[in-house]
Nanobody, 119 residues
Framework: QVQLVESGGGLVQAGGSLRLSCAASVRTFSSYALGWFRQAPGKEREFVAAISGNGGSTNYAGSVKGRFTISRDNTKNTVYLQMNNLRPEETAVYYC????????????WGQGTQVTVSS
C-alpha cells in the first residue's frame, strides 16, 4: 500500500552531519504522519522523531532534541531527518515509518538505511 524508501545514510565522523530522506510511493502522502526510528545491533528499535501530515507538529526523542530536525515536503512525497552533531552511539539502521494519525501506531515501514558514526 505505502512504500517507503530511505536514503542518505553512510559513514560520518563524530560531530558530523547527515540528512536522511524517505520517499513515499502513495497518492495521499499528506494524509500520513511520518516518523523516524533507529535500531542498533542487539538493541530494540527506538523512536527518534515524528511529524504530522501537514508538518505542523513535530515530536522528538529527548536524546536528539536540539540536534535533529524532522521535516517534510509534501510536494515531493518526502520526509527528511537532518542529523547534526552525530555521536558514535547513534550508529544504527534508521527506518522511516508512516502512521494514519500523528503519534499513533505505525502501519508502514521502510527497509532502513545504515548510519555509521565513527569516533
Amino acid at each position: 500500500q505505502v512504500q517507503l524508501v530511505e536514503s542518505g545514510g553512510g559513514l560520518v565522523q563524530a560531530g558530523g552531519s547527515l540528512r536522511l530522506s524517505c520517499a513515499a510511493s502513495v497518492r495521499t502522502f499528506s494524509s500520513y504522519a511520518l516518523g523516524w526510528f533507529r535500531q542498533a545491533p542487539g538493541k530494540e528499535r527506538e523512536f527518534v522523531a515524528a511529524i504530522s501530515g501537514n508538518g505542523g507538529s513535530t515530536n522528538y526523542a529527548g536524546s536528539v532534541k536540539g540536534r535533529f530536525t524532522i521535516s517534510r515536503d509534501n510536494t515531493k512525497n518526502t520526509v527528511y531527518l537532518q542529523m547534526n552533531n552525530l555521536r558514535p552511539e547513534e550508529t544504527a539502521v534508521y527506518y522511516c515509518a508512516a502512521s494514519k494519525r500523528f503519534l499513533t501506531a505505525y502501519d508502514y515501514w521502510g527497509q532502513g538505511t545504515q548510519v555509521t558514526v565513527s569516533s
